[in-house]
């Protein structure tokens, strides 16, 4: 049985761990070549080390635009050109109600989160095949209102309205798609059980979601199974969106 990325080139961002980690090793599994990125070098070289094949690692961060040049430069000169481009890369803060922002909160989160997503998409885009899939990396925080995000959330919301405008920019050249992830078991909760515990109670499913399950979402929207998607939010919050 063929594989569904067969010989297609991706790009993740911010993948050295949850669930852009998971999605780009679904997406060597399923016959990609991976470029993904991260901050920290060591991370980067431990996310490396767990995919294995088929992936070059490139150190740089997604809200610095000169690390976004030197990335997609990587990229021409070893493959010449992308199929897929996952913008997962995000930054946050969870509790930081009305009244304790501060500025470099708000600088830190809307440089990744709004300005890194967007920028990162326009430098991709000369490389990007006609037929591929930008999938950016939004939340349920942009549509629900969680006390503590309201930064955050504004943010998530920015993404997922990037979408809105470049399909009808790209008029059908490139599908753009978004998923929304609910409250997945990853670094975040670390040390944090009771924050944890407070946000599966509102999960209808009852339980927390798996980094694995938000790259198989990813996966859907890479490859040609969603060829007729584009221009939707993928919820993959076991409903919690929804009520």
């Not at 991706?10 to 998971?22: E, K, Q, R």
């Not at 969680?146 to 997922?160: E, H």
């Amino acid at each position: 049985m063929s594989k569904k990325l067969e010989n297609r080139v991706a790009v993740i961002t911010g993948a050295t761990s949850g669930m852009a980690l998971a999605t780009a090793k679904l997406f060597v599994e399923e016959g990609a070549y991976v470029f993904i990125t991260g901050r920290g070098q060591e991370r980067l070289d431990k996310a490396i080390k767990e995919i294995s094949k088929n992936v070059t690692g490139v150190q740089g961060d997604a809200g610095n635009l000169a690390d976004l040049d030197r990335l997609f430069d990587i990229v021409k000169k070893e493959k010449d050109h992308i199929d897929v481009l996952f913008a997962s890369a995000g930054v946050g803060e969870l509790s930081k109600p009305l009244g304790s922002i501060t500025e470099k909160g708000f600088d830190d989160t809307f440089n990744v989160n709004v300005r890194g997503t967007l920028f990162t998409v326009q430098k991709a885009l000369p490389l990007m095949k006609d037929g591929g899939s930008i999938i950016l990396n939004s939340s349920i925080a942009g549509v629900k209102g969680f006390p503590g995000t309201t930064v955050y959330s504004a943010s998530k919301a920015a993404v997922r309205s990037f979408a809105r405008t470049w399909i009808a920019e790209l008029k059908g050249r490139i599908r753009v798609n978004v998923i929304s992830p609910g409250t997945i078991d990853t670094a975040i909760f670390d040390g944090a059980q009771e924050l944890k515990d407070e946000f599966v109670s509102i999960i209808p499913m009852g339980r927390i979601g798996q980094p694995r399950e938000i790259a198989t979402a990813a996966l859907f929207l890479a490859s040609d199974d969603s060829s007729f998607v584009t221009g939707i939010e993928l919820f993959v919050d076991g409903g919690t969106a929804q009520i």
